[in-house]
């Protein structure tokens, strides 16, 4: 099930076995307190945890153990394992026969960033699977809206598209700056675009979006303000580099694909707008300038790992390539 329908699942019971998985911490960090919420009293001696990376052998059977313990005075407890990817011989001695037979009294909440070698628990028929993956920017702009909303907080849809944008969809980012908004305002009143641009922080990597889109309208004044603000707050020159790189790089690869935006954009994983988007881009620069560019930054990349250029000459130069060449 998607994170967005864990809460009306709880309503209608608990599953013996739960797996959050996803790479977005604040979706694991709050389907976690939703369950305890739901199902766990008096934590201190009905709730265990263990380290999925630790168990190995005997440490199954103290997990099994663990789960099959009776609560004190509560109809559940609660037994959480983090990161946890067994092998198919574990998962087969180990794990196969506790799910199985699983105790009515105990919930086994596992906690995944993903992403690893394992037995995909996910498709075991005992697990309940709750996807904590990256939310699709509609949900997380619709989550600031009503968050925003329920603070008596009146924020515009554009507003909730630049916090989200700003914050690249992460939840984690995005409910610490919708926090930060909250106490800004009081609790009240209509949030404004230039207080969001006041109050959010820009993520580098939003940054460095802005930036490079500076390049085919050519707007060297904001590609310097751009730069030097990444600059000030912790980046370095390699960083914008780097950056500038992998988008000339991007812009190359999808002018010379062949297909539709749809196909270009599931064959190299990205959406179909961006795809339309970056196509526009290309064309406006050109196949040529693009080739002379990724080879510029390139060679500004090398002389400086090769010790021949320092990072600031490095980055004066392909500005001046992008601008003036």
Known sequence: MKFTELKDSLKEG?????????????????????????????????????????????????????????????????????????????????????????????????????????????????????????????????????????????????????IAEYCLNDMSRVAVEVDKIIAYKGGAGELAAEEVDALVFKDAEYRLYELTNTVPRRDYSKFCEIADELLKKGGDELLVLNGLLNFFKTLLTVMTARGSNAAVGEQFKMKEFAVKKSREQAAAMGEDRLKKLISSVYGAVSDIKGGRITPKSAYLKVRADIFFS
């Not at 977005?24 to 009293?41: C, H, N, P, V």
């Not at 180990?94 to 919930?107: A, G, M, Q, R, S």
């Not at 697990?127 to 515009?156: D, F, H, M, R």
């Open 14 to 162: 608990a599953a013996c076995i739960y797996l959050l998985e996803g790479e977005d911490a604040y979706f694991r960090r709050s389907g976690e307190q939703m369950i305890k919420s739901a199902f766990l009293t008096m934590p201190e001696l009905n709730f265990a945890a263990f380290d999925g990376e630790n168990l190995k052998g005997a440490g199954y059977t103290e997990l099994a153990a663990a789960v099959k313990n009776y609560p004190f005075m509560a109809e559940k407890r609660i037994v959480k394992v983090s990161e946890l990817y067994p092998s198919e011989s574990d998962y087969e001695k180990y794990l196969k026969p506790l799910f199985e037979d699983f105790p009515p009294t105990t919930i086994l909440l596992i906690v995944n960033v993903g992403g690893r070698r394992g037995v995909e628990l996910k498709r075991k028929k005992q697990v309940t699977y709750v996807n904590c993956g990256k939310a699709e920017p509609e949900s997380v702009q619709k989550w600031i809206y009503i968050t925003l909303k329920k603070a008596e907080i009146v924020a515009p849809i554009s507003a909730c598209v630049k």
